[in-house]
């Protein structure tokens, strides 16, 4: 039997599971239920790195500075992944 890594998450995959915890609780459970929150926190976060450079990127081909294209795409892609709507009551 294969024993799966630990993951460990960074600052991103925190920062989900707060909001998440808070503002998404049946979703939490439901993650929880099927031992996938982790794995579902740690894809949050690996889209929002690639996300966040891609549009970083693209931020500086248009003239941003370095500061000023990654304080733009972190608005942008923040929403994206990890600071998501919450839940209806």
């Known amino acids: ?43 949050a976060e690996e889209k929002t790195k690639d996300d966040l450079y891609d549009t970083m990127s693209e931020l500086r081909k248009q003239g941003y500075n370095p500061q000023q294209s990654h304080d733009t795409a972190w608005e942008i892609v923040r929403e994206r992944y990890i600071l998501l709507p919450p839940e209806e009551p």
């Open 1 to 43: 039997m294969l024993h799966a890594m630990p993951i460990c998450l960074t600052q991103y995959g925190m920062m989900a599971e707060k909001h998440w915890r808070e503002h998404l609780p049946k979703l939490v459970r439901e993650l929880e239920a099927k031992g996938q929150l982790q794995e579902a926190l740690f894809e």
